[in-house]
């Protein structure tokens, strides 16, 4: 069975960076479109990048507008990770942070997410 565990998240000032790992376990990760969501109490888990399976990206659409030219979305196939590099955070990127595959019809079980808060 798919699990993904998060990790990397924490406290951190306007304008800090951080960087979040997702480790998939289970079989054929480099097959699956993967993406980061977030999600908090007050709005419903928004995507927020994507990559295909082979690694690529475009910048017009596979992030979200408001995290666009400051989060960049990476992967390893051999180990089975995604990372998500985050720079010139703002409170408002204040979520806890999930991974799962990019395509909604065949979301795996989600994981326990990781909380990322942006305050001074």
């Known amino acids: 069975q798919v699990q993904f565990v998060e990790s990397g998240g924490g406290l951190v000032q306007p304008g800090g960076s951080l960087r979040l790992s997702c480790q998939f376990s289970?079989?054929?990760?480099?097959?699956?479109?993967m993406a980061w969501y977030r999600q908090t109490p007050e709005k419903q888990r928004e995507l927020v990048a994507q990559?295909?399976?082979?690694?690529?990206?475009?910048?017009?659409?596979d992030y979200a507008d408001s995290v666009k030219g400051r989060f960049t979305i990476s992967r390893d196939n051999i180990k089975d990770t995604l990372s998500l590099q985050m720079e010139m955070l703002k409170p408002e990127d204040t979520a806890v942070y999930y991974c799962?595959?990019?395509?909604?019809?065949?979301?795996?079980?989600w994981g326990q997410g990781t909380q990322v808060t942006v305050s001074s």
């Open positions: 990559i295909t399976a082979d690694g690529r990206t475009y910048d017009d659409r």
């Open positions: 289970g079989s054929k990760f480099w097959t699956y479109d």
């Open positions: 799962n595959t990019a395509a909604r019809s065949i979301w795996k079980p």
